[in-house]
């Protein structure tokens, strides 16, 4: 499977807008400022930093391998690991759309059809996202701070897991297909619809509810805690529940900006939390380009080196198994 020529342009792109943005970040708080606050860092810590977000990306990786197993997809461990790592070079598409090619992987390479491919695509992203929305729950209980301009955006959320609720019922989802089905286009995808929506259930289950979301939340309060750290690293220390709180909301504020790796709007709440709680505004600007360096750049800088090692086996045309129909 070859990845789009527009979809590897538009990465470009986005690393483009992503120099664009830092350097207006230099303009508005002083680029001697950011760089006098990054340069008293300590080095010690960002070993540190790096370890929590490993620990993150590894616990997501044993997630995706249990969603393979629960839907019968299973495949060798190398190509597994591969797959999985080489898509992180795709986390800066927007609304990390670039991660379907998982599915469409999974398919063309080892025979797994889409209607078990893209329910774990998605059941990823539902878990990622609850994983955030319940820290930043528990972070509001510490939250000195004003919510104005956030709370309307927070009470949209969390209606999230309401809807995935409802989903549970068979005869809901029965109704959904039916009513998707009745476009001449999907029509002929009725059996695939069918297939997707219980793949999908099955990993929405309230077992597999309990697991996801437990490791999800412990992979995710992995970047909270490096969002302590670097504050504690430049001097100004915030209180562990107020770090879930502005990580977990800028992050929610990214992800449904869908901005490319939620550029932009992820490292503005940060800053503009931070300030609320008297940070000067350099200090916060390089609280959040650290702390993007080790959750977001480090992903795709990892995800590139899975691609270029595997590049060979996984995205080449040559297909090691014959695809599903569906």
Not at 120 to 147: K, M, N, Q
Not at 242 to 262: D, I, M, Q, R
Not at 267 to 281: D, F, N, R, V
Not at 291 to 308: D, E, K, N, S
Request: hydrophobic share 55%.
């Amino acid at each position: 499977m070859h990845l789009p020529r527009r979809l590897t342009s538009r990465s470009f792109a986005v690393i483009g807008f992503s120099v664009a943005l830092y350097a207006a970040l230099a303009l508005i708080f002083g680029l001697d400022d950011i760089l006098r606050e990054l340069a008293g860092f300590p080095l010690w810590q960002l070993g540190v930093l790096a370890g929590l977000s490993l620990v993150n990306y590894t616990l997501r990786f044993w997630r995706w391998e249990v969603y393979l197993r629960a839907l019968d997809a299973r495949i060798p461990l190398r190509e597994s690991l591969g797959l999985y790592f080489s898509t992180y070079v795709m986390v800066i598409t927007p609304g990390k759309i670039g991660e379907i090619f998982k599915a469409g992987i999974l398919r063309e390479k080892f025979g797994v059809s889409l209607s078990r491919g893209l329910p774990i695509v998605l059941a990823e992203r539902i878990y990622d996202f609850l994983a955030v929305l319940v820290l930043a729950a528990a972070g509001v209980f510490f939250w000195p701070g004003s919510l104005t301009g956030l709370s309307t955006g927070l009470m949209a959320a969390a209606t999230i897991p309401l809807f995935l609720a409802l989903f549970q019922n068979r005869r809901l989802r029965t109704w959904l297909i039916g009513r998707i089905s009745r476009s001449e286009m999907l029509s002929r995808h009725r059996v695939g619809l069918d297939e997707s929506m219980d793949s999908l259930g099955t990993l929405l289950g309230i077992k597999q509810a309990l697991f996801s979301l437990t490791l999800s939340t412990l992979a995710w309060m992995c970047e909270c805690l490096g969002l302590w750290l670097v504050c504690r690293g430049l001097d100004f220390p915030v209180q562990l529940g107020e770090s879930l709180f502005v990580y977990a909301a800028g992050t929610l504020v990214g992800s449904l900006s869908f901005l490319p790796g939620g550029l932009g709007g992820t490292e503005a709440t940060i800053i503009w939390l931070l300030g609320s709680l008297s940070m000067p505004g350099a200090t916060a600007a390089a609280v959040a380009l650290l702390v993007r360096l080790f959750t977001l750049w480090l992903a795709v800088i990892i995800g590139l080196v899975f691609f270029l090692a595997f590049r060979r086996i996984l995205f080449s045309g040559e297909e090691k198994n014959q695809p599903s129909c569906r």
